[in-house]
């Protein structure tokens, strides 16, 4: 997760919003556009400008020291980049080149009397370009398209269209990525496609949504219950809570209540998979339960920890629960100090009981992920596998992201209207 900084957890009082930093990541016109489309509230919008991109990665990981809170691609190549090396660890999406944005660029040749029978294009859906051209009643026979694909290099670009010119008498290139641009602008004539403003404004406001949500909840009040033996004096509690930044009270029963966020809470559980704090009190007493809850109030988040360590105490003589709203309870044992087991065939009942599924449900969610569904899973493709609903769906990915087997890796458009879904990438 994406840290906090004290600044950003202000209200503004004109905009009921907090204030964030969205990254622009890409080449210089581009960003320029952007960010004269502007953003809406208190965002400000970064520039992080390439020359190339190969670059990309740089540029990600120079995103970290400044400060931005999300990322925004001004298109689908350097997204893809980033998110096949795992640096999107932060809401993070990209501006669709829509049919619009393709409209615009046909006009224009029309105007300067060029042919658009024969053109090639890169990046966009197929079905998409034909219907756009069919639309606005222009053939469609001789187009050839490239749609997107990870893994697609600007090299492939270049030999796609310079393919397309040779052997399939093509008289226009329509590329939406900037270095295939430049290198075909000396081979024939070539069009660089940009995303259109609506595409730009619509994609802005949803990662403000997406930041402003990520944010809220790393800001949720988290308290925790330590349960340990009668009479017990323990000294060094206070000093294993160190790195969850969090204050320790006595409760009249005698136990101890912790007070903290949930972003620390998360970072020092790394997800949720395993609790330090939990660790050292085991190797200092037989019986320790410890409950966290995690609320948008000191009360609701009270309560929760009481569900939580309550819990807790039937799992176990040692044991933690984190205990969220929506009945959502994540269990967690008590490990020798080593980084969490990685899921597999033989824990998957404990990972189902952290999770909250049942271990039949989990099966069957490996089996997506074995398939290939892995690194690019929604809510649309689980509930059709599950036989369930995408409200469903959408619930057990929360869960599996909450337990640090699912990571939101962005969205996918392509141009569509509503709400984008969230892709994640899943590890099971």
Request: charged share 25%; with cysteine; glycine share 10%.
């Amino acid at each position: 997760m994406f840290g906090t900084r004290p600044e950003q957890v202000v209200w503004m009082k004109e905009t009921g919003r907090m204030a964030f930093t969205v990254g622009v990541i890409g080449p210089e016109d581009l960003v320029q556009k952007v960010q004269a489309v502007g953003a809406p509230g208190t965002t400000r919008l970064l520039g992080l400008r390439y020359r190339h991109e190969d670059e990309t990665l740089d540029v990600v990981r120079e995103a970290a020291a400044s400060g931005a809170d999300a990322l925004l691609f001004t298109g689908v190549v350097p997204h893809a980049l980033a998110a096949d090396a795992g640096l999107l660890d932060r809401p993070a999406m990209y501006v669709p080149y829509s049919g619009a944005t393709l409209l615009r660029a046909l006009v224009e040749l029309l105007r300067l009397g060029h042919d658009v029978s024969r053109i090639s294009i890169d990046t966009l859906q197929r079905a998409e370009v034909v219907e756009t051209m069919t639309e606005a009643k222009l053939p469609t026979e001789h187009v050839h398209v490239l749609p997107y694909r990870p893994g697609l290099t600007g090299d492939d670009l270049v030999a796609f269209h310079l393919g397309a010119r040779d052997k399939k008498r093509t008289r226009v290139a329509l590329t939406c990525l900037g270095s295939t641009f430049h290198t075909l602008d000396n081979e024939m004539h070539a069009v660089r496609l940009a995303p259109s403003r609506h595409s730009i404004r619509a994609t802005v406001q949803s990662l403000v949504l997406a930041a402003s949500a990520a944010q809220s909840g790393d800001t949720q009040v988290a308290m925790g219950i330590v349960d340990i033996p009668p009479g017990s004096d323990d000294s060094e509690l206070a000093a294993d809570l160190a790195a969850l930044g969090g204050s320790l009270a006595y409760l009249p029963d005698g136990r101890r209540l912790v007070v903290t966020t949930r972003g620390a809470l998360e970072k020092a559980s790394e997800r949720y998979t395993r609790l330090p704090l939990l660790d050292a009190l085991a190797s200092r007493h037989t019986s320790v339960h410890v409950g966290f809850g995690l609320g948008r109030t000191a009360a609701e988040a009270e309560s929760l920890a009481r569900r939580a360590v309550n819990r807790a105490g039937a799992v176990g003589s040692v044991a933690g629960v984190v205990s969220m709203r929506d009945d959502v309870d994540m269990v967690i044992d008590a490990d020798s100090g080593g980084p969490a087991a990685p899921a597999g065939p033989e824990n998957s009942a404990l990972l189902a009981r952290r999770v909250g599924l049942n271990p039949q449900t989990l099966d069957k969610l490996r089996e997506l992920v074995a398939a290939g569904a892995g690194e690019g899973l929604t809510a649309h493709a689980v509930a059709e596998h599950l036989d369930v609903q995408q409200r469903t769906a959408r619930r057990v990915l929360k869960r599996l992201e909450r337990a640090g087997v699912a990571v939101p890796i962005g969205s996918r458009q392509h141009g569509q209207t509503g709400r984008p879904p969230i892709v994640y990438r899943v590890k099971l």
